[in-house]
């Protein structure tokens, strides 16, 4: 049960973090989502620094692991808001948006992951 209640608090607050750096970034005039993509690169960063602490001599308990990469982590990143957004460039036609915006989220959110790890080294 203790384990639910870290993975729900972390989730709680990542996705109260992600709606609001949605605001602030995503913009309805150029219609690229801004914020989607720092959430998810931002995250990608953080997941790889919090597992690589966790990995690194047992630097974080495994309570501290579920509240801060399973639970902030992944209420934070997202993927479903990712591949709506995507729905939406192909539906319009907006094909190069659709490509960029893709091949960036992975290209750049696995050097985040790995750039973490390696913060942390």
Same mark, same amino acid.
């Given at each position: 049960? *203790?384990?639910?209640?870290?993975? /729900?608090?972390?989730?709680? /607050?990542?996705?109260? @973090?992600?709606? #609001?750096?949605?605001?602030? @970034?995503? !913009? !309805?005039?150029?219609?690229?989502?801004?914020?989607?993509?720092?959430?998810?690169?931002?995250?990608?960063?953080?997941?790889?620094?919090?597992?690589?602490?966790?990995?690194?001599?047992?630097? @974080? $308990?495994? !309570?501290?692991?579920? #509240?801060?990469? =399973?639970?902030?982590?992944?209420? /934070?990143? =997202?993927? !479903? =808001? %990712?591949?709506?957004?995507?729905?939406? %460039? @192909? *539906?319009?036609?907006?094909?190069?948006? %659709?490509? #960029?915006?893709?091949?960036? $989220?992975?290209?750049?959110?696995? #050097?985040?992951?790995?750039?973490?790890?390696?913060?942390?080294?």
């Amino acid at each position: 049960m *203790k384990q639910l209640l870290l993975v /729900f608090v972390g989730g709680g /607050f990542g996705s109260v @973090l992600r709606f #609001l750096v949605g605001k602030w @970034l995503n !913009s !309805s005039e150029s219609g690229i989502p801004y914020g989607t993509f720092a959430a998810n690169i931002i995250g990608s960063l953080l997941i790889g620094i919090i597992l690589g602490v966790a990995a690194k001599n047992d630097g @974080l $308990s495994e !309570s501290q692991t579920l #509240l801060l990469a =399973t639970g902030f982590c992944g209420g /934070f990143t =997202t993927f !479903s =808001t %990712f591949a709506y957004e995507n729905h939406v %460039f @192909l *539906k319009s036609g907006d094909f190069t948006s %659709f490509a #960029l915006y893709t091949i960036a $989220s992975f290209i750049i959110g696995f #050097l985040a992951v790995f750039g973490g790890m390696y913060l942390v080294k």
